[in-house]
């Protein structure tokens, strides 16, 4: 039995009951390994709301916030490119700090360098930011990257949210969340795998990238390659 077997709908759409079409034969014509939804919409630069989620926790210390930096800033560059309101960035430790219409590299470079790692990993209380932009939003259709390198403080918080927002969702291209695992936490790894495979949703909006878990790539080339032509 999974770990999201009740249905139920909390979450208050402002937009209309889905009409949304944001997929294109671009989207699923290659895949590669590390792929995700968000890489796949992005790099078919699909007109969605593109929020990024990154762990602040005490553990993203060094090396893994330096990562997570460099692939936000890759990231929202190029979105940009296609969606000049630019994306949404939040922070998340046992606070969320949420920074709309991210454009400027400076402003994101800055942003991580006044808000360095702290505190716990509270990542269901930044998926239900996340979520209540979604639902509150007029264009019904999201796509979220998560960026963590460790198990969050309440797993089972984490996917009551998901279940919350994948019951409240009437077609799977509204909404969808890909999470990225910076560094080597062999825990967090099994947790997102379990994530992945085994909610029990009205819709599968998760899925899951584990770098260290694809052969000769590190977390930076996943990034590099992920919105390559």
């Known amino acids: 039995m999974g770990i999201c077997a009740s249905l139920s709908t909390p979450y208050d759409?402002?937009?209309?009951?889905?009409?949304v079409r944001t997929s294109s034969e671009a989207v699923y014509?290659?895949?590669r390994d590390g792929d995700c939804a968000f890489f796949k919409q992005a790099r078919a630069?699909?007109?969605?709301?593109?929020?990024?989620?990154v762990d602040r926790s005490g553990?993203?210390?060094?090396?893994?916030?330096?990562e997570a930096e460099e692939a936000v800033r890759y990231f929202a560059r190029h979105i940009c490119e296609f969606d000049p309101d630019g994306i949404t960035l939040i922070f998340?430790?046992?606070?969320?700090?949420?920074?709309q219409n991210v454009k400027d590299p400076d402003f994101i470079a800055r942003a991580f360098q006044e808000h360095p790692p702290r505190g716990s990993t509270n990542l269901a209380s930044a998926?239900?930011?996340?979520?209540?932009?979604h639902f509150g939003g007029k264009r019904g259709a999201t796509t979220v990257l998560a960026i963590t390198d460790g198990v969050p403080d309440s797993r089972e918080d984490v996917a009551q949210r998901i279940k919350d927002a994948?019951?409240?969702?009437?077609?799977?291209?509204?909404?969808?969340?890909s999470i990225i695992q910076v560094g080597g936490d062999?825990?967090?790894?099994?947790?997102?795998?379990?994530?992945?495979?085994?909610?029990?949703?009205?819709?599968?909006?998760?899925?899951?990238?584990?770098?260290?878990?694809?052969?000769?790539?590190?977390?930076?080339?996943?990034?590099?390659?992920s919105l390559a032509d």
């Open 166 to 177: 994948a019951n409240s969702i009437t077609s799977d291209e509204e909404l969808s969340l």
């Open 45 to 53: 630069k699909i007109q969605r709301d593109y929020i990024l989620v």
């Open 29 to 31: 014509s290659r895949f």
């Open 186 to 225: 062999q825990r967090a790894r099994e947790w997102l795998r379990i994530l992945d495979d085994e909610l029990e949703c009205a819709f599968d909006i998760v899925d899951v990238v584990v770098p260290a878990e694809l052969i000769g790539m590190t977390f930076e080339q996943v990034i590099q390659k």
């Open 13 to 19: 759409r402002k937009y209309p009951k889905s009409t």
């Open 127 to 133: 998926l239900h930011t996340c979520f209540l932009e």
């Open 59 to 66: 553990s993203m210390r060094g090396s893994n916030w330096v």
């Open 92 to 99: 998340f430790d046992n606070e969320i700090v949420n920074f």
